[in-house]
């Protein structure tokens, strides 16, 4: 059984920051693109970044140069830097991995988290 958990989600004003982090766990064999979406409410799950495991990125319009995504293969984890936050930001930010597992290595999950609330007052 393969999960991922975000968290780091919270309250903040308008031009704050905040980090969110997503781990992965279980038997992995090996874990491909990791991204970020986000659902606001009333609104559809949109996409928000993404990072390949060789470190490459890519950002939706509305965050380029705000936001940035990182990650470290050692744990697992990819990370989300949310910088110059807005309200239209407010969302449930949701993790999402390409997972091999070790059990199955020929198959590929996509595994959801079960979200984190950033909220963004103005």
């Known amino acids: 059984q393969v999960q991922v958990v975000e968290s780091g989600g919270g309250l903040v004003q308008a031009g704050g920051s905040l980090r969110l982090s997503c781990t992965a766990s279980?038997?992995?064999?090996?874990?491909?693109?990791m991204y970020w979406y986000r659902q606001a409410p009333g609104k559809q799950r949109e996409f928000v970044a993404t990072?390949?495991?060789?470190?490459?990125?890519n950002y939706a319009d509305s965050v380029k140069g705000r936001f940035t995504i990182s990650r470290d293969n050692a744990k697992n984890t990819v990370y989300l830097q949310l910088n110059s936050l807005k309200p239209e930001d407010t969302a449930v930010y949701y993790c999402?991995?390409?997972?091999?597992?070790?059990?199955?290595?020929?198959?590929?999950?996509?595994?959801w988290g079960q979200g984190t609330l950033v909220t963004v007052s103005s």
């Open positions: 999402n991995a390409d997972i091999v597992p070790r059990a199955t290595p020929y198959r590929v999950l996509k595994v």
């Open positions: 279980g038997n992995i064999f090996s874990i491909n693109p």
């Open positions: 990072i390949t495991s060789g470190g490459t990125t």
